[in-house]
């Protein structure tokens, strides 16, 4: 699995406030946005991508047993991430969503924290 890129995403219905908050705690604005939507900062070490969830996530970040928080990985080939996941015994649990910057799947890890394999278009 070849990747290109990890970082950590929030997802948010409120990503304006959001990103108002830790561009306050950075004390920093953020590198890209589209207001209402999303936002990335960049620091030393670390790539924060705030967003709002797509509607037919939003049952994903809705349960309070979950945190909106997830790794992001950035793959070349989102297929063969999928097959490295099956091979762990891992399977995504849901089917490949296409949206305005590539395609991607949500997975866990061991103690069920959010993996999203994403890749660009």
Request: net charge negative; with cysteine.
């Amino acid at each position: 699995m070849n990747i290109s890129e990890i970082f950590v995403t929030i997802a948010s219905l409120n990503v304006d406030e959001m990103v108002g908050f830790y561009a306050h705690l950075f004390d920093c604005s953020p590198k890209t946005q589209i207001l209402g939507k999303y936002a990335e900062f960049w620091m030393p070490g670390l790539k924060l991508v705030i967003f709002k969830p797509q509607k037919t996530h939003l049952c994903e970040f809705d349960d309070p047993a979950r945190s909106g928080l997830s790794l992001c990985v950035e793959v070349d080939n989102l297929e063969d991430a999928i097959a490295r996941l099956n091979d762990l015994g891992h399977p995504p649990p849901g089917d490949i969503t296409v949206a305005s910057h590539g395609r991607e799947i949500y997975a866990y890890d061991l103690d069920g924290n959010r993996l999203i394999l994403h890749e660009k278009r």
